[in-house]
C-alpha cells in the first residue's frame, strides 16, 4: 500500500484528526489554504472521483454529511465552500478521493 492518504487512514502516518468513522477520516490539511481547511477521505482506496462507481454511491453521500457535519463543528455558519478536486486538469495532486472543507474568509469564484 503506497497511497498518502490510506497511510494517513490507518495511523501510520501522523494527522490531526477532526471526524472519524468506519467509512470516513477526516483530517487537518497539511497546507492550509484558509483559517479552515480538512480534509475528508473514505477508508476505502477510490482513486478520484471519476473512479467512483456504482456500489460507491452510499458512500458519496455519507462523505458529504460528514462534510457539512465539520463545517457545522468548526461553526462555519456564515458558510464554506466543499472541493472535491478529479483528475489532472481538475488539480488533483494526491490520488486518494477527498473532499475539501474550506471556511473561515471569505471565498471567491471561480476558484481559477
Ligand atoms: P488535491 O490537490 O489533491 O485536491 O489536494 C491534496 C491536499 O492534500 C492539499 O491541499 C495538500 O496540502 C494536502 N496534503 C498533501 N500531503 C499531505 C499530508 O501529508 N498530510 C496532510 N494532512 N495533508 C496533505
Ligand atoms: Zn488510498
Redesign the pocket.
Known amino acids: 500500500m503506497s497511497c498518502?492518504f490510506c497511510k494517513?487512514a490507518s495511523g501510520e502516518?501522523p494527522?490531526t484528526a477532526v471526524y472519524q468513522d468506519d467509512l470516513v477520516y477526516a483530517?487537518?490539511?497539511?497546507?492550509p489554504?484558509s483559517p479552515v481547511?480538512i480534509?475528508v477521505i473514505p477508508r476505502e482506496h477510490i482513486g478520484s472521483l471519476a473512479e467512483a462507481v456504482d456500489e460507491h454511491r452510499p458512500l458519496l453521500g455519507h462523505l458529504m454529511w460528514v462534510a457539512a457535519e465539520i463545517a457545522r463543528r468548526k461553526g462555519l455558519a456564515k458558510g464554506y465552500r466543499v472541493v472535491v478536486?478529479s483528475g489532472d486538469e481538475g488539480?488533483?495532486?494526491?490520488d486518494h478521493l477527498?473532499l475539501?472543507v474550506m471556511g473561515g474568509r471569505q471565498m471567491t469564484w471561480p476558484p481559477g
Not at 483530517?27 to 497546507?31: E, G, M, Q, R, Y
Not at 488539480?91 to 494526491?94: D, E, H, I, L, R
Request: no cysteine; hydrophobic share 40%.
Open positions: 498518502l494517513i502516518i494527522s483530517f487537518a490539511d497539511i497546507n489554504k481547511h480534509l478536486n488539480g488533483q495532486t494526491v477527498h475539501h
